[in-house]
């Protein structure tokens, strides 16, 4: 016997046929003698409309009844499987976050979770009852609803497994795992069977949105064995009730990987918007100068690319911020020119962020040079870089962000391996 999480994503739950699929996955691990407890999304765009009428109601609103708004779509898909399983024959009951509770902080629209009863689910598992869990949300420190950003629901379910001591989180998805580059871009991109936390980590930080970046932090963190797979699977066909290697990609260790790649994917973040100031005063502080207050205001810088002077008076300092953030950005800019010293401000939208990652390059030199060649026989504008040990990231305009995507994809031979 082993003890379960099973999370469903929104395209999963996205009407009841796909909820009686659902509850079949479910139900296949339950009759397996194992102990189990789901996680669900919403709705697939469910989120959205949600977050699109509370804009309407009003651009600027409070965080708080944003939350009580927005966390409604789960608290429906909760219900509705309880009620599939329970006719189904399965003794399942469905739970909101804050009926466990699942604590978070106050940071209302982006909580983290600060703390769930285990002992709450572990006494339904001795009841042998499936507790069918609202994902995305919990409760803050001022007793109300918290939701965790978008796609917190894969935080929820890795967060629970990990209070639960799960031997097994499952990341049910519309895709069959983890690939080398979103396969919505290229049909090329391959399924990796492992891929390790620290990579898994920057491609999510990076764009790839298969999995929440805090939900891979705390796997990380709490050891959690975490499967990403289909729930369009055939919930009964062989090999899927395989308990130590269940169909799909396993975020693990890197020591657990045999053969390493040098290059492991390619992830992209579209909307990204470059801000630029031009002859900035260039003495000490100058940076704090600009920075700190765009943090003090929630904004989040990325990449940060300054130029050397020439006469060693001024520099050019050009940065990159969420297209979203770009009037928020320019606001804070406008109220510190006196005081910073600069002549112009520039922004440009509709950019985009495409990067490279892999463990194996921390021992291999060029692999960057590789890239910029690869892009510059394509005629793609590098406009930004910056790297670290595992990753390289480039600015580019974002209508060459899918033909940038393939070329690196390729370029590495991701797509033949
Ligand atoms: P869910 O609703 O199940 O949470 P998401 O839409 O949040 O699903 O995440 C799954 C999607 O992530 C896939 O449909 C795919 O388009 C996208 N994706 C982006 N990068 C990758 C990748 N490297 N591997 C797999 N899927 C990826
Ligand atoms: N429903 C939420 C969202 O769309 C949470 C999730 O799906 O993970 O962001
Ligand atoms: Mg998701």
Redesign the pocket.
Known sequence: MARIVMK?????VADIARIRNVARHVKREVDAGHEVAVVV?AM?GKTNELVGWTREASPMHDAREYDAVVASGEQVTAGLLAITLQNMGVHARSWQGWQIPIKTDNAHGAARILDIDGAFLIKRFGEGQVAVIAGFQGIGPDNRIATLGR?G??TSAVAIAAAVKADRCD?????D????????IEPK?RRLGKISFEEMLE?ASL????LQVRSVELAMVHRVRTF?RSSFDDPDAPGMGDLLNPPGTLICDEEEIVEQQVVT?I?YAKDEAQISLRRVGDRPGVAAGIFGPLAEANINVDMIVQNISEDGKFTDMTFTVPSGDVDKALAVLDRLKAEVGYDVVQSEAGMSKVSVIGIGMRSHAGVAATAFKALAEKAINIRAITTSEIKISILIDGPYTELAVRTLHSVYGLDKQ
């Open positions: 469903f994503g929104g395209t999963s999304s697939a796609g629901s894969d990341i049910y998805t519309d895709v795992g983890v690939y080398t580059t979103d396969p919505r991109a491609m764009g790839a949105k298969v990403v994917g992830a």
